[in-house]
Structure formats: C-alpha cells, structure tokens
C-alpha cells in the first residue's frame, strides 16, 4: 500500500466540507503503520469517495512481485449502498459483482431463469455455449482483474477461500458499525421447516445444551449429505431440487464449521442454542463474537483495512467486538459539515414505549404525531415504528383520528416497494416505517420531519443479547441503541444546506443519552444539548387530514424556516401548546431531557422482548 497516492486518488475534481483534512489524516494513520484504520465520518462526509481514494493506494500489479497482492476490495452489507456506488459517475471504475441471484440466464427460454437456476446448475457436466456471455460470469472475471473489486460484505464473506476472489492488499469496509453483528448473523445456523428441506424427516429432540446441540447438528449435517449425494447423482435437476441441493450444500458447511470451531479449544467464539418450543421444534446455534470466523472471511482477505461509520462509537470495544488488536487499529475522527441547527432535536415524549407500558404510551404518541402532521403540511415525513406490532397499532390509530388518508404502511413482504412508491409522491404522505432506521437517503423534500417512536434497544429475548446482559454488558447495550438512534437521526438531513427535524416520542430515547453519553460522537452530542420542546398546535385531526385540506389547502408546498431556542417551549405534558401553523420553532435547550427526580436503575427501560 502507498498512503503517499491517497490525495492522486480522490475521484472528485475538488473537496468539500472535511474531505481534505480527513484524506490527510488517513494518509498518516497508515504511514504511521497501522494495519486498520476507522474512519468515523457522519452523514455527508463523502464516505464512498474516501473508500474510493484508500483503495486506490493499493499495491499495483506493476509494482508488486508474483506472490505479493495486489489490488482492493470495497465491501458494504446494505445492497442500497452498493446501488449508490453503481449509479455514482465518479465510481465507474469500482467493478460491482453480485450473487449469481442477481443475474437472469441469457439462453434461449431460460430469460427469466436466475443464473443460479440455469442449466449449467442444473445439468451435471452442461457446457454452456455462451458462458463467456453470461452476465455473472462475465461480470465476475471482469471484477477478479479490475484493480477495485465492489461487493456486498455477504458476497465477500461467501467467497473466503475463493481461488477467483484471492487476498488483496488492501480492503475497504463501508457502513462498517454492524461488522460484528453481521458476522454474527452469517455464521448463525437456522434449523427449521423453511430453512432444512429434509426436515420433515428428521427427529427433533430437545437441545438442552451446547454438547447435545453438537451431537444434533452432526446428525442433521450427515443426513444432508446423504441427499445432496442422491440428488447430484441424477443427470439433471429441476430448478426445485437444483435449489435444494444448494442449501444442502450451504447448511453442510454452517453444521461443519459449528462443530469445528465449538470443539477448537482455542477458538474465541461462544456458542449459545435456543429452542423456545422444545422437542420437535426449530432450532437455532448462534455465534458470539465469532473473530475465528471473521479472521477467516474478512481479516485473512487483505493487508491492510479501512473501516468507514458514522458510528464506531468506541474504538476498544468495537476492536475487541470483531478480534482486532487496538494497538495496531487507528481512529480517524472526521467533522460534521451540516449546521446544528438544521437537525434540530425535538423533545415530544410522551411515556415509556416498552412492552408493559405501550399500550398506555401509544395513544398519546399517535395524538402527538397528529399535531406534528399539522405542524408540517405540505411536507413528508417518516415514522420509524420500531416494530410490527407498533406500526399496526399506529395505524388503526391514525385511521380513527381520521388522519388515515395522509399515511402510507408497508409489509414485511412490500417494504422495498412501498418505499419507493412513497418517496415518489409529492406533498405531505407520512410512511410508517419499521427498520428502516439505515441505508435510506431522503434528501431534500423527500422527508423533512420524521418521529422515533421507541428506543431502539435490542431484544433481550435473544439468547445473544441475554447472554451478555447476564454478564453485564451494560455499556455494549447502550451503544447498540445509540447507534441506531444516531443513523436515524441521519436518514432526513443529507446535505449542509439541508434540513430535517427529528421528534423524540419515548422518555426512554433521553435516558438513553445520558447513559451512553461518554460514547457520544462530539457532533452528535451537540444536537442532544440543543434537544428542545416544539411548538405545535392543538390537537385538531381536522387541520392534519388530507382530505380535509388543513390551514394549507391539501398538498401545497410551504417554505420553513428554522428557530432554534429562544422562543418559549409550550407545554412539556401536551409536547407544546403554541398556534404555530408555518413550522415549528424550538423551546428551550437542554443537556439531556432529564427531570430532577434522579438516575434509575438501567434495569428499568430496557426488558423489551419484543
């Protein structure tokens, strides 16, 4: 690697905002001899052409010796980020190379067949006549010799070990926060009806610990390869047993290295098993902090590592989380570029969201946001509804207020779809939304408010996350949560000259804050002391109906303007008592949100199994 080309590098004809200050710094922090470097660059900061301008001080084949590697890689796990890349003019010489799913066959009657389910993955010995056409195979030799290789981090980690796809000097992680938790999520083993196809066949017994777990799971794994055996014996395959023999194949190797790395007495990862419903029912074997398995799909594959977030929040924790060394791991701190005012912080919290207290919270948070779609008409906005069962909940409530007409909602099914059949609508449609907290970019007035209903802890009810609370990872729980808040927080504000107000619906979202703020990036810690109460108006489904048209006469477009603090806050019980009808303006700036009663135990927001 040679950090000297990083400047050389840069895909943009100029830089904005801390573009230049930050290629510097990298450049040092490698020259320095740091084998990882972590970027923690926010919202705007040109992520992808920093990545671009790393891997771009990658060993060359012209400068290397035969056994030496060359060349980078540039990974992401959100397809959405890897789309942003393809359709951005400065990147064009990032190669993209998907899974074969991605891909439609190109013979004859076979148009609408996925690669993975054509005939040379059907038909023992097939020599496709027009392989050096096929788009994935194509695509894939294009990317093994391009000198920056592009993939999603699922695709890298597939093809470890992979003689088309060898070590390269240098890898480049982006949306790198949720590299442990992904791993996790890989290397988990998922063993039930939808998941085994022969698990009609097999006996279930209960799994009552990790030793019983093993002796399971070489059973299941020797069974699978008793069928896959007999399928590939057969000439040719439907695109159903073609299918079925791939995830034979692919629950094969997850059974494999379980059983390896659980009897490896010097493997670091600990296994956890749940089975919530007993004998005869699903099974799941889930990793924690699986560095062995990170160690061979990701830190095996490269020389030298780029890890680019907004929210690495802890340089240690993180390091210890995916098995880096911190002494050889460097933390690149880049600044915020969008004025704070133009990501204001609303306080409109209403009571606690958690399982016992919802049903009492919810109500008042659904009159909220009706004040807050009266506040803003004219204008879009985005609900994160945490959940499923909120979402739905949010929605029969809106629809009784008569506020229906103006809100959008989506399935686990349609989610893809209704997103981008809202973000094409012009005026004022609201989209109650869950898990979509990351990866999506409603710049401009695609949304100009959004509401987060409830913290975002993670589900105690993981076996994963009770594991580590019992031993008291406290600190690691927060950190979680804020993390999600924080790229939140980001999805409405994407440019300096772009604005977005964020409203707090849940107390537990300003306990959260205090708890984890030593954690807290310097720049998002000052929108939380700025965090104010807003004016809205009184309650009047009336105003905020579409249909109705409201004080603006259904879907024109109103200009906004931003005042944050100085103006009298409204009342903290009703989120705001004031007329305003243009916007809101901010009330009065706190550190945290916190009343004078005192700390409570962290026991008491967070045992959310939903």
Known sequence: MNPERIFEEFPAPSYRGNQKRALADIRDAFDDGNDVVLVR???????SLLARAIAGCARRVDEADPSDATGAYYTTPQVSQLDDVAEDDLLTDLKIIRGKSNYS???????????NRAPCAREKGYDCSVKHRCPYFSDRAIASNREIAAMTLAYFMRTAGSEVFRKRDVVVVDEAHGLAEWAEMYAAIDLNARTVPIWDDLKVPEIDGLDRAVTYAERVRNACKREKDDLIAKPELDPHEAAERDRLQELIGELDWFVEDYRDSESATTWVVDQPDGEGGAVTI??????????????????????????????DAFCRQVGLNPDNVALV????????????????????????????TLPAVARTIVRIMQAHRGEKGLIHAHSYAIQERLVDLLDDFGVGDRIRAHTRENRDAELEAWKATDGEEVFLSVKMEEALDLKGDLARWQVLCKAPYLNTGDSRVAHRLESGQWAWYYRAALRTVIQACGRVVRAPDDYGATYLADTSLLELFERAESDTPAWFAEQVTRTSDPDL????????????GGATGGRGRRSRSWSTGGSSGGSRSGAGSGTATGGVSGGSDRSTGRDSSGKKSPMADVWDVE
């Not at 660059?41 to 992520?47: L, N, W």
């Not at 066959?105 to 609408?112: Q, V």
């Not at 108006?537 to 109705?548: G, K, W």
Request: glycine share 6%; with cysteine.
């Open 333 to 360: 701190e880049v600044g915020h570029t969008f004025p704070v005012e133009n990501r204001p912080l609303y306080d409109v919290t209403q009571g606690k969201m958690t399982y016992e207290h919802r049903e009492e």
């Open 105 to 115: 066959c190109i013979l004859p009657g076979e148009t609408n067949t996925p690669v």
């Open 537 to 548: 108006p009184e309650f009047s489904p009336r105003d905020a109906s579409e249909s109705m």
């Open 286 to 315: 889930k990793p924690m902090n699986p560095e062995r398995y990170l160690s061979h799909t990701v830190w095996d594959r490269g020389n030298r590592f780029a890890l680019l977030s907004a929210t690495i929040l802890n340089k």
């Open 41 to 47: 660059a926010p919202t705007g900061s040109g992520k």
